[in-house]
């Protein structure tokens, strides 16, 4: 991993504005019909909020932009576990994006993976097309956490959603990791078709999963960051001890 792609910030709220910033500049560079692919979990939402406010808001190119989910909880759509819900509240609403151009997970479905499949089908139609060109990514952006146990998105270790190699959503029924709500999750292909990935990691209950990323252990984070051009920006306390001298 090059240094370009591996950005340490001192404290989490350094670490957020620099991922604002990040995030605004890789958005104001889309064509007329750009995707962005949102993250779930607690870090992202101070994220959010300084994309939503001045002078950030207003690079972002709004009438250019879709925005999806790398996953959610299936849980009703305002629930205060859903990633759509927050994403809404902090982000999508005060920015003014239209209603038509959110796509969330169907997470009314019967099941997580009738919501996955469903959801398939709107990335899908979206693309243009049933299968992923590496030459022409289903995003320009695509938003990732990392939990403590080095799961992304809702692919956790152990769990068959990280060896799918077919479906580009799977229904989870089981978290393997807290919240313990079933989930949806897109599967590695499609979280890393994108043109940029940007994990956002913060919290020393991470540094144990990041330092195992980080030595190549086989972990769902880890898979992502050798399958497409992952940006890492982490905050001191979730970054492994720096080497004695
Ligand atoms: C979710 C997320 C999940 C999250 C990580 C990190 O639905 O919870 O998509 O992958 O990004 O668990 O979460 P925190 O930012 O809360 O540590």
Redesign the pocket.
């Known amino acids: 991993m090059t240094a370009r792609d591996f950005t340490i910030f001192e404290t989490r709220d350094a670490l957020v504005a620099a991922a604002a910033g990040r995030i605004a500049a890789i958005l104001a560079t889309v064509g007329p019909r750009g995707a962005v692919c949102l993250?779930?979990?607690?870090?992202?939402g101070p994220v959010h909020r300084a994309l939503a406010a001045p002078p950030l808001r207003d690079k972002i190119p709004v009438d250019r932009l879709d925005w999806f989910f790398?996953?959610e909880?299936f849980v009703p759509a305002g629930h205060e576990l859903s990633?759509a819900a927050q994403a809404r509240a902090t982000l999508l609403e005060p920015l003014g994006v239209p209603a038509e151009r959110i796509h969330a997970v169907p997470t009314a479905a019967a099941t997580p993976q009738a919501a996955a499949d469903a959801y398939a089908r709107t990335l899908a139609a979206w693309y243009g097309a049933g299968r992923l060109d590496p030459s022409r990514p289903l995003f320009d952006l695509v938003l990732?956490?990392?939990?403590a146990d080095g799961?992304?998105?809702?692919l956790f270790p152990g769990q068959p959603g990280v060896e799918e190699t077919e479906r580009w959503v799977v229904g989870v029924d089981e978290a393997g990791?807290p919240p313990h709500v079933a989930r949806v999750s897109l599967t590695l292909q499609a979280l890393a078709s994108s043109r940029a990935l940007l994990f956002i990691v913060a919290?020393s209950d991470k540094r144990p999963a990041l330092s195992r990323v980080l030595s190549g252990d086989d972990l769902p984070a880890a898979r992502v960051r050798s399958m497409g051009p992952v940006v890492w920006l982490v905050d001191r306390a979730a970054a492994p001890e720096r080497p004695s001298k």
Do not use: E, K, P, Q
């Open positions: 993250t779930g979990g607690s870090t992202i790398g996953d909880r990633n990732l956490g990392m939990g799961h992304v998105a809702s990791h919290g």
